[in-house]
């Protein structure tokens, strides 16, 4: 049994599981407890920037000093994706996590980072949160991030989770309106349920993988988005037959197939960002890795 899936757990009065309760039944983790070990690269401790990038029509990024009045961005709080033993780890990486704003309205997107819970401001002001999915990596903080947020504010998931009491489990196929925001889901190749989002704000497009292999289905669902933020998890070809997670050969792959402005990369666990972003470029030109705190506007 998936420790997440606990349905007698599900919208109980105790907010905060121990470390200790998550991790009773690793197994249920399946790939991300398996590879632990060999070609690891990513115990980052990186330092978060404030750097802010204006995405221009024509896909270039030029990067500009505040953002812009009016205008759809996309902000990065973690990178880090998969597990690194030991399990404590999950509470001092700085995984996947990520804001969405159009004007005063606020989506969260996974609840990884830990870097989110001191922007107060944006969590205040959000409206909603999506979970990809229900691996560590994408949920270790979204008790404490809950707490912060507006109180009834709805969190989003394709699978149950204990000690949430705003938690709404939704469908692959339904449509979502929250705010201004339309959304989009798509089922992806993973280890667990896992939605890729496609989200339509402010004349805008962007795409979210959550964790995923390459698919075609996956490159026809984020075709015609303005950004897709992709998971590069892997360095190495020899993962793709095995794993559920894409290497920079199936991130160009996705690139080629939805064809989009930008290529964000983030979840990197086996490739450092440097190495993917230097990797994928010399095949597709508009791609960048994620760095904690970065903000990308949308021209
Ligand atoms: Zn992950
Ligand atoms: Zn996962």
Redesign the pocket.
């Known amino acids: 049994m998936g420790i997440m899936t606990a349905g007698s757990a599900l919208g109980s009065p105790d907010p905060k599981p121990p470390l200790e309760t998550l991790t009773e039944g690793m197994a249920g983790l ?3 407890l398996e590879d632990i070990s060999e070609g690891l690269v990513s115990i980052f401790q990186e330092k978060m920037v404030n750097d802010i990038y204006l995405l221009r029509l024509d896909g270039t990024l030029e990067q500009i000093d505040k953002v812009p009045e009016g205008k759809v961005h996309l902000k990065t709080y973690g990178i880090d ?2 597990f690194v033993p030991p399990l404590k780890t999950y509470l001092t990486r700085n995984q996947v996590g990520y804001s969405l704003r159009h004007n005063d309205d606020v989506i969260l997107l996974d609840a990884g980072a830990k870097t989110i819970l001191k922007d107060k401001e944006i969590l205040e002001n959000a409206d909603a949160m999506l979970l ?2 229900i ?1 560590l ?2 949920i270790i903080h979204i008790w404490q991030i809950a707490e912060n947020m507006p109180a009834g504010t709805p969190i989003y998931s394709p699978s149950r989770i204990s000690g949430l009491n705003n938690l709404k489990i939704v469908g692959p196929r339904s449509h979502q309106k929250i705010k201004s925001f339309h959304i989009e889901k798509s089922l992806t190749m ?3 349920v ?1 939605y890729a989002y496609k989200i339509h704000v402010g004349g805008k497009t962007i795409c979210y993988t ?2 995923a292999n390459y698919t075609k289905g996956l490159g026809n669902f984020c075709k015609d988005s303005d950004l897709i933020l992709t998971e590069c998890t892997h360095n190495d070809k020899n993962f793709d037959l095995i794993d ?2 894409m290497s920079p050969d199936e991130v160009i792959k996705l690139a080629y197939r939805a064809q989009p402005r930008l290529m964000l990369m983030s979840h990197f666990k086996y490739v450092t960002p440097e190495k993917a972003e230097e990797l994928v470029k010399e095949e597709f030109q508009n791609v960048m890795s994620a760095k904690p705190g970065m903000t990308i506007v949308i021209e």
């Open positions: 399946g790939d991300e994706g998969g990809s999915h691996h990596d994408h993973h280890s667990i896992n959550g964790d559920s997670h």
